[in-house]
């Protein structure tokens, strides 16, 4: 017990030095993540809800709503753990430099995820916020299960970003972890248009971690609980986070210790 709260001790530092350095530029930061679903939603949102009638007895901004505070985890999460995380272990050497003290690669890989899960759940708490001053959650309550669900989201889209960043050659690699992993995940997940009558695509996207994310997200806005749905995306995305974190870690030590 006592080396476990030790670890979880080390890892809080790494995730104290990100927040430290996030802090220097707060704003600069944070505008692009609220201002990205603001501005999704009035593109698409209102632009659209005059030719569509209505999705599940939502109006389409209503509709749009949770998948917007989803798409905010996702490129929190994805952006901060491949990009991010690259910089700092090999153009500014931070890892290198953690590795000198006693905070080892587990507590480095645990502390990013510690971190991007705190940003992630801020993130989608802030989201949720807006969307509730908008009007858009027909269930007001969700706003306080935006920032859990976001945190638990964070995981498996963090892993993924870790994973990029132990297997790409140069920085410019990102693009293509991108464009056929994460932006087939955030169209093609039930955030832009339902599933129910697609089979096909229904059937495909449940190997998609943020699809279950978008849709514990969904049910909360809506108001539309089911203990077995509930049950269900809760498992799919929580093994996913726990083998996606484990292959990271793996992945990442290797990394580090070369």
């Not at 501005?39 to 698409?44: E, G, K």
């Not at 999460?77 to 153009?91: D, I, N, P, Q």
């Not at 269900?232 to 030590?253: D, Q, T």
Request: contains cysteine.
């Amino acid at each position: 017990m006592s080396d476990l709260l030790g670890s979880v001790r080390l890892a809080w530092s790494v995730v104290v030095r990100n927040w430290v350095v996030y802090r220097k530029d707060f704003i600069a930061n944070i505008s692009p993540t609220l201002a990205d679903p603001a501005l999704m939603l009035t593109a698409l949102g209102m632009g659209l809800s005059p030719f569509i009638s209505s999705i599940h007895g939502l109006s389409y901004s209503q509709y749009l709503a949770p998948g917007m505070a989803a798409t905010t985890v996702l490129f929190t999460a994805f952006f901060e753990c491949s990009y991010g995380f690259y910089v700092r272990m090999t153009f500014e050497s931070v890892f290198k430099a953690m590795l000198t003290t006693p905070i080892g690669t587990g507590e480095v890989v645990l502390g990013e995820f510690i971190w991007v899960s705190i940003r992630a759940a801020l993130m989608a708490g802030g989201v949720g916020i807006v969307l509730e001053l908008l009007s858009l959650l027909p269930n007001p309550w969700s706003v306080f299960l935006f920032p859990l669900i976001g945190a638990m989201l964070a995981i498996p889209c963090g892993a993924i970003g870790l994973l990029a960043s132990s297997y790409v050659r140069n920085i410019n690699q990102f693009q293509t972890v991108y464009s056929f992993i994460i932006a087939p995940m955030y169209f093609i997940s039930g955030t832009f248009f339902p599933l129910n009558d697609r089979p096909v695509l229904g059937a495909l996207v449940q190997v998609s971690p943020f699809f279950h994310g978008v849709s514990l997200l969904q049910m909360a806005a809506w108001n539309q609980f089911s203990p077995e749905r509930i049950a269900y995306h809760l498992s799919v995305m929580l093994s996913y986070a726990l083998i996606l974190g484990l292959w990271s870690l793996a992945r990442i030590r290797k990394k580090l210790i070369n």
